[in-house]
Structure formats: C-alpha cells, structure tokens
C-alpha cells in the first residue's frame, strides 16, 4: 500500500502558458528567460502584441484590467481553474504532493502547477510505477472515488485494475456521501464483507475481546503534511530551484528518522524477546539446579541413614560377641 496527497505551497514560476520555468527577475520579473525574451517588449495581455511604451504593462484599450489588477488583492493565489488573460504577476504552484509508505517514509514527490485533479494523479502514478510489477496493491487517496472513476472513463483501468485498487483514506471517507454507490463498493479503507482482507485485521483488548482494526496506516501523508506545513511560509519565498532542493532535503530528513525510528523499534521488540527467551532459559536451569540439589540432599540423607543402621546392626553383634544381655 502507498498514501498520497497534498499539500498546497509552491514558489512562483513563469507566467506563460504550461511553462514552469524559473524566473529571469525573482522580484518583479513574471516570464523566466525565454519568454522573457519572447514576451517581455509586449504588453502583459495574453491578446494584445502591441510593443510596450513607458512603464505601463497594458495599451489604452486594456487600462480597465489593470486598474482592477491594482485594486484587487492580486498577491492572493487564484482558484485551481482560473483562467487569466494576462501575465501581470508570476503564478504559483498549486501544491506539492507526496506519495508515502504506511509507515511515514516518503516513496517519491512532485509539484502540481494549477491543480490536484485525477488526471495529474495518474499521471504522477504512471511515472513512479511505470511497469505492472513494481505497482501497489492499493493507492489511498482522499479524492479515491473520483480518480477511479476518471480512470475508467479515460481506460487507464484497465491496466491498473489488474494489481491496483485505489481506496479512501479513514479520515475523509466518513465526509463522502453514503449515497455513493462506486465509493462505498471500491474505495471503502477497512470492508467488513471480505472483499479486502488484507485492510482489516482482528485484535485484542486488555480484555481479551476481540475487535477489528485498520491493518494500515492511511494518514501517514497527512501527518507529514501537518509538519511539512511549519516550512510553508519558508518555502514559498524560494526560487523553484532553491523550492526543489529544500523540499527534497526536508523530505529525506523525514524519511531518515522514520526509519530510524523504526529499526529501533525493531531492536527492541528483539531485545524484547531476546531476554524473555534468556529468561525462560534461566528459569528452566534455575529448575534443574533445585532438583539436582533435592536429588543430592534426598541421597545424603539416605546414605546417612544406611550408615546409622549399618552402625547399629555392628553395634548389636559386638555386643553379642562379648556375650551382654541387654535389655531394651
């Protein structure tokens, strides 16, 4: 199993139409080098070629759009699938998402430029799992339901059906609509019907009742997420260079510790068991040691019986030599 999801952060990159290259001025610069090249003597209206005069950034006819840029809060990011019509400022990067092993370690990571839709994710996934041999056995992600379908409806399931069942995570699954029958059917975490026993497994109480448990651990993106979020304010006033090295590094830091965390987890669940077999062990000899030394006690004081009566029957026939009448 493999968690995924995002988080929303990112630098700024170039203005200019499915391109996210870094920028030629970090400052007040909106195209990187070459369309700065392309671009930058023109006006920033996607529609207008007319050259640039003074220090304006739009013609006469285009003045009504960058009042409005001016007196709306343009720093802010816009909505996923807002189209602009113009290269006023650089745009950010929707979010960085992250796909991660139950246990925390981060597996791979990429940036999503205007949104987390299901197609970026396949897409994400088909380049991380290129072959059907080195794909998981499910993918858990809030938006489940929704990449599932847009993968039948585009055929990618037909491929990914025969190793990979995408499931909701736990914590979003109680927020999506009973009512929806394929969410329910396919991408239900922990079924009770049988249809996916590996999710569910039966434990203990300190009672000694028996419960189900999830088998996995579904939030780990999530958890990395909410530490990942103490950077935020860092990483978004980094070139995309700069973003990619110290995104990259903070991930391995995290991916480290995980580790760490679990071999030692590891070692002491087998020094666990380690001494509870050397005290078995010792027990057992303890046991042999007490009987050995009940065996040795029980014969000394047979022999030391064996040699009182042995000194009384000598005792009786000397007497009897010498010819005494003994009374007893």
């Not at 009504?64 to 602009?84: F, G, K, L």
């Not at 780990?220 to 950077?231: D, F, I, P, R, S």
């Amino acid at each position: 199993m493999v968690v995924m999801d995002g988080i929303i952060m990112g630098p700024r990159h170039c203005a200019y139409e499915n391109c996210d290259n870094n920028l030629e001025d970090e400052k007040t610069g909106v195209f990187c080098i070459y369309h700065q090249a392309i671009r930058g003597h023109l006006y920033h209206i996607k529609l207008c070629n007319n050259p640039k005069e003074q220090n304006s950034k739009t013609c006469i006819n285009h003045q009504s759009q960058w009042c409005n840029h001016i007196v709306m809060p343009h720093d802010d990011a816009p909505a996923p699938h807002e189209e602009r019509n113009h290269y006023f400022t650089a745009p950010r990067f929707y979010c960085v998402e992250t796909l991660c092993a139950p246990c925390g370690a981060v597996i791979a990571w990429t940036k999503f430029t205007k949104s987390e839709g299901p197609g970026n994710i396949m897409r994400f996934l088909d380049h991380v799992y290129p072959t059907l041999e080195s794909r998981p056995s499910y993918v858990c992600i809030d938006k489940a339901c929704v990449v599932l379908k847009n993968a039948v409806l585009n055929g990618a399931w037909r491929i990914w059906s025969l190793t990979t069942r995408f499931i909701v995570d736990s914590y979003h699954y109680i927020n999506h609509r009973t009512t929806d029958y394929t969410c329910r059917k396919w991408c239900n975490p922990a079924p009770l019907n049988g249809s996916a026993p590996n999710l569910v497994v039966v434990e203990n109480d300190i009672h000694g009742r028996p419960h189900y448990k999830r088998a996995f651990n579904t939030q780990a993106c999530e958890q990395l997420n909410a530490w990942l979020g103490g950077y935020q304010n860092m990483l978004n006033r980094m070139t995309v260079i700069n973003f990619n090295w110290t995104i990259h590094a903070l991930l391995f830091i995290h991916t480290q510790k995980v580790i760490k965390k679990q071999l030692e987890r590891n070692n002491s669940t087998q020094d666990d068991e380690d001494l509870m077999e050397d005290g078995s062990d010792n027990s057992d000899l303890e046991e042999e040691e007490v009987e050995e030394e009940a065996e040795e006690e029980a014969e000394d004081i047979y022999d030391r019986e064996e040699a009182a009566d042995e000194y009384d029957r000598e005792e009786d026939e000397g007497i009897a030599d010498y010819g005494l009448d003994i009374d007893v």
